[in-house]
């Protein structure tokens, strides 16, 4: 699983307090937003990329990471998740990923486990790489977030912060709702 993989799947309640991010959240905050996402429950993140390219218009990626909630023990989550990244001129996504992830709240971070039977990888435009990514996925399935790279905005919405290994990434926005709506 690529770093940039490993970040956006921080859809989840994923939040701690730090003198660089005066707005992160805390444990606390972490807490009420997993208390939210009850089974059955959609969280979804997106944000769009631009990428600078030497006399033409940014390229723009979109992606869109959306996880059902399977399962709540209070800091111990567990999701199916579906992520895609897409050109807007484009019909379809050029990379679609899913797995099941179990989230864990710990004292200053969350960690992050993608069941390795559970991927599937989509590369449509390069069907030649997939087996080279999906390898590379199933070769590294537990991250860690630290809290410090989520904002709360309010029990149902937040932010994923760019965290110090991309602090020019754009900032991924978050929402918990239910599965119809």
Request: proline share 7%.
């Amino acid at each position: 699983m690529s770093k940039l993989t490993g970040y956006m799947m921080c859809l989840t309640a994923l939040l701690g307090v730090t003198a660089r991010d005066a707005g992160a959240a805390t444990l606390s905050e972490m807490r009420m937003i997993n208390a939210s996402q009850k089974p059955g429950i959609v969280v979804t993140c997106n944000r769009t990329t631009k990428i600078p390219q030497n006399g033409e218009p940014p390229v723009r990626i979109d992606s869109l990471l959306t996880g059902v909630v399977l399962q709540n023990d209070g800091d111990r989550l567990v999701f199916d998740v579906t992520f895609t990244q897409r050109y807007p001129a484009q019909p379809g996504p050029f990379r679609t990923e899913k797995y099941r992830l179990t989230t864990e709240l710990e004292a200053t971070r969350q960690k992050m486990v993608i069941d390795p039977e559970t991927i599937e990888l989509s590369l449509p435009y390069a069907r030649g790489l997939e087996e080279t990514f999906l390898t590379g996925m199933k070769a590294s399935t537990v991250s860690y977030d630290d809290y410090s790279t989520y904002r709360v905005i309010s029990a149902t919405d937040y932010q994923i912060l760019p965290g110090p290994e991309f602090p020019d990434a754009p900032v991924m926005h978050c929402t918990v709702r239910t599965a119809s709506g």
